[in-house]
């Protein structure tokens, strides 16, 4: 997890609330809180979301922010890991949503853990990713083109099965329909 992760977490989540009718102050939050999601991991992987939701207390408290908007900031933090993840207001929705379909090749950072690294594998195989958000059908679409020679389909379920579950679930908060396409073909 790096800059560009959390750069690309934040912005979509502010995007799709944005997209759905939210408040400014709304998508605001949902930036923070994608801006500040994975800070826990400085301390450990394990349990990241509620470390980082402590953190997170701590830094927008010292800055003054409305507690109101601090405690929704925090809740979507401790909500959005893969164990825990629950989308109990609009911006861990929008968070989870952005957070577990951020997948593609430019996450690797050394080409040659591919072969070893099942995660690794899959995120280098994705040569294109778009959310695609349909408010007409109501739907919400991540259509992923996925390089079959690198990583079979099968891989990606491996991995990511649990989190599309959770896209699910996040889409139904919004009154969204959840829809995987992978090369062309809808698999969700």
């Not at 609009?90 to 040659?112: G, H, M, Q």
């Not at 679409?141 to 599309?164: A, G, K, N, S, W």
Request: glycine content about 6%; aromatic content about 6%.
């Amino acid at each position: 997890h790096n800059v560009g992760h959390v750069t690309k977490c934040a912005d979509r989540a502010a995007k799709l609330l944005g997209a759905l009718g939210f408040s400014q102050r709304e998508v605001e939050r949902a930036w923070i809180a994608g801006y500040l999601h994975d800070i826990g991991n400085m301390v450990n992987r394990n349990d990241h979301a509620q470390t980082g939701a402590i953190m997170a207390f701590k830094l927008l408290d010292d800055r003054g922010l409305h507690p109101s908007d601090t405690a929704t900031i925090i809740s979507a933090i401790g909500h959005h890991d893969d164990h825990t993840a629950f989308p109990v207001c609009a911006e861990a929705a929008a968070l989870i949503l952005a957070d577990k379909t951020d997948v593609r090749r430019s996450r690797v950072r050394r080409k040659e853990d591919i072969e070893f690294d099942i995660h690794d594998r899959v995120n280098y195989a994705i040569t294109k990713s778009t959310l695609e958000l349909d408010q007409g059908e109501k739907t919400i679409t991540l259509h992923l083109e996925l390089d079959t020679e690198i990583c079979p389909v099968m891989e990606y379920f491996q991995i990511f099965l649990q989190r599309m579950e959770l896209c699910r679930s996040a889409s139904n908060f919004f009154g969204l329909t959840f829809k995987l396409e992978i090369n062309g073909q809808i698999l969700l």
